[in-house]
């Protein structure tokens, strides 16, 4: 399992990386685990490594998760060539870095666990409870995005379904020893997502109904700050000359989510939501919808515009300088046309916007065009669930989230396989189901100038409710 396959190796990387330096081996012998579990504050520094580690997880995840997604579509020649395909194979060094990157906010969160906290000896609940809390999200982030996992070096595989039971334990454990209100709404939340994973309906509705006490409950990972990191998708979106990933059109008016707005770029470094409380009324809706009990779905999600989208920060942002100038596609729309979400959707105007005539509105927490009068109009369970899952799509793009909800799983790394027994052949075969289209399908649009209607080639909302029944998705309908 381990990139970095000794403690002291982690210890050292990362407190030069909180230097800015790059560390390819432990050079400085007095950089010793030893030396550093018995100095002063070491476990605050520690958790500030651990708290950097997070933001590197969060970022790396968000950049090759949307491009797996029909969210992103790389218009240019860095990042993944194949992943937009999609094609995802065990060997590809991506899935490795993915991998490394969460398996490491796994190894750094337990040192802290087992090594630091032991030796405390001031009241160290909140430092527990933050590791607990580190070491949950980066299960969590395994069972939503692997086959499988391991939580130790050389360890055996764990299902997505262990890994979201142990994340519950530890964000349990978190959530009894926070004494802060956002902190534990953070665990809340989480709590809510594991269980719908797990598709859990009663535990999921009772954590969700907690999770929406505050609607404007948010947890963030940060960027730009003295240590970094960077957040690397703000700049593949909006900070760098060439903004190398495209949304689908139908998308476009919430793109750039990350954006500067300073001459100094590094000090306005937008940072990446983990938690927020839109989840919950989300979840919330889906499992009233299960039961059938459509006008208690649309309560909820009227709640949920009400509440808490409409309410977060709105910026008015000058992205004039925006081309979509990649130039594997030339034809992305720089216009305000109209656009259809399949051959047989409905023209729909405002989701492609003009940038070049002034400010746009820019939504950096959560965004959607979604409507109350479109939640009146909801008379099925499958026209309730595709709005939900259209609003998830929303609300979390540029998040990380969307491959999961379209049932994709990376393989388990080349790099583990060959140094651990436990792997099998069918660990490193990614999970793609049948209804995913290929060759770029998910991302394909076309554009008719003459009529000014974008048209895209698949309505992926549409295709996750025709097959709701997949164990591969919509956890509540299997």
Not at 234 to 256: E, H, K, Y
């Amino acid at each position: 399992m381990k990139t970095y396959p000794k403690s002291l190796y982690l210890l050292a990387s990362t407190l030069f990386l909180m230097s800015s330096c790059e560390l390819t081996e432990v050079t400085n012998p007095y950089v010793t685990e030893d030396r550093f579990v018995s100095s002063f504050q070491s476990l605050q520094t520690w958790l500030n490594g651990v708290r950097r580690q997070a933001s590197v997880t969060v970022g790396t995840v968000v950049e090759f998760t949307e491009l797996v997604s029909d969210n992103y579509f790389n218009n240019y020649t860095q990042s993944s060539k194949v992943f937009d395909t999609p094609e995802i194979n065990y060997f590809d060094q991506d899935v490795a870095n993915i991998q490394a990157s969460i398996h490491k906010l796994m190894e750094m969160s337990t040192f802290g666990l087992t090594k630091l906290i032991p030796l405390q000896t001031e009241d160290s609940s909140q430092e527990k409870a933050e590791l607990l809390f580190y070491q949950a999200y980066a299960q969590l982030l395994a069972a939503d995005l692997y086959v499988g996992l391991p939580t130790e070096a050389l360890g055996e595989v764990k299902s997505p379904d262990v890994l979201l039971q142990s994340a519950i334990a530890l964000l349990t454990e978190a959530a009894s020893l926070y004494t802060a209100e956002e902190e534990q709404e953070a665990c809340t939340i989480l709590l809510a997502r594991c269980h719908h994973r797990l598709g859990n309906l009663e535990e999921a509705v009772r954590y969700a109904q907690l999770g929406i006490a505050n609607p404007l409950s948010l947890k963030q990972v940060q960027y730009g700050t003295e240590n970094g990191p960077s957040n690397n998708f703000q700049s593949a979106i909006f900070s760098a000359t060439t903004n190398s990933f495209a949304p689908l059109p139908r998308l476009d008016f919430l793109d750039p989510k990350y954006f500067h707005q300073t001459a100094t770029v590094f000090e306005d470094e937008k940072p990446i939501a983990i938690a927020k409380a839109e989840e919950a009324y989300l979840i919330l809706a889906e499992a009233y919808a299960a039961q059938q009990n459509l006008a208690a779905s649309k309560q909820v999600l009227k709640a949920l515009l009400n509440n808490s989208v409409n309410k977060r920060t709105k910026i008015m942002l000058d992205d004039s300088k925006e081309t979509r100038n990649g130039g594997n596609r030339k034809d992305y729309p720089l216009q305000a046309v109209a656009v259809k979400f399949d051959e047989q959707g409905a023209v729909k105007d405002g989701l492609v916007l003009d940038r070049s005539k002034g400010n746009i509105q820019a939504h950096p927490v959560s965004g959607t065009h979604v409507t109350g009068k479109d939640i009146d109009a909801l008379a099925t369970e499958d026209e309730t669930l595709y709005l939900i899952y259209l609003l998830r799509q929303e609300i979390f793009l540029a998040e990380g989230r969307r491959m999961t909800d379209l049932g994709i799983r990376f393989p388990v790394s080349q790099r583990e396989q060959l140094s651990n027994t436990h792997v099998t052949e069918e660990h490193t075969q990614a999970i793609i189901p049948s209804f995913v289209p290929a060759n770029r399908g998910m991302d394909d649009f076309t554009y008719d100038t003459t009529s000014g209607i974008v048209t895209m080639t698949y309505d992926m909302n549409k295709i996750l409710i025709e097959n709701k029944s997949s164990s591969h998705i919509l956890p509540f309908h299997h």
